[in-house]
């Protein structure tokens, strides 16, 4: 556990750390915002690069409080906790890898984003995907708090409800996580983007009616 807190806390702070270094490098004014047609809307500072490391350190701080609040609501052990705190890596990991993403397109002063390389939402969905098999492994080993895993009003009625409707919704994000990963490997842009926050609705709304039809058995 104690090299999993030290991963958790370098990269909840490294994106501060990389900025702060590249900083006196980056010209004076960056590419602040973007549109829906991948074109530069803005041009800022290139102070607003802190920014970002600022949420992923608010981000961080507020993953380990919802660790801390899941282990409180556990009556034995620290299932909960670790679940969150293996998420929270996760997460923190993908907020570095955008990070990078950024000063990339900070240094070069990019005006469209389509002539980068890699694709931000190849990047973002492939990220996201991998986080959902993640998650769906690690569900089940949630015991029942009402900030972590699989909430409803209906999977909260009782342990076997919750046990259930937390296996039910790991198998579910896996196989989701998989197809996310996938489509982001053979598409690109607002097609990605389409396809995986569709997969992504569906396969919570089949938890969430799933949820409700165990929790009428039981």
Not at 14 to 32: C, G, M, N, Q
Not at 124 to 136: D, E, H, N, P, T
Not at 181 to 197: H, K, Q, Y
Request: include cysteine; charged fraction near 15%.
């Amino acid at each position: 556990m104690k090299n999993k807190k030290l991963a958790y806390y370098v990269l909840m702070f490294l994106p501060l750390v990389v900025v702060l270094i590249a900083l006196p490098f980056l010209p004076d004014k960056i590419p602040a915002h973007f549109g829906f047609d991948n074109q530069v809307t803005r041009w800022g500072s290139k102070y607003e690069t802190l920014l970002f490391p600022g949420a992923t350190i608010l981000m961080g701080l507020f993953l380990r409080a919802m660790g801390r609040f899941a282990a409180k609501e556990e009556k034995t052990g620290k299932n909960n906790e670790k679940v969150i705190f293996i998420t929270g890596i996760l997460v923190l990991l993908m907020f570095n890898i955008l990070n990078i993403y950024m000063l990339y397109v900070d240094f070069k002063g990019i005006e469209d984003l389509s002539s980068v390389p890699i694709d931000l939402n190849k990047i973002l969905f492939s990220l996201l995907g991998i986080l959902m098999i993640v998650i769906g492994n690690v569900m089940p080993k949630l015991r029942m708090n009402s900030v972590a895993g699989l909430r409803t009003v209906w999977s909260l009625k009782n342990e076997t409800t919750w046990k259930k409707s937390q296996r039910f919704g790991g198998i579910s994000f896996i196989f989701a996580g998989i197809a996310v990963v996938v489509i982001s490997i053979f598409t690109e842009g607002w097609v990605c983007f389409g396809w995986s926050m569709g997969i992504l609705l569906v396969t919570l709304g089949i938890d969430v009616i799933y949820s409700y039809q165990i929790a009428k058995e039981y």
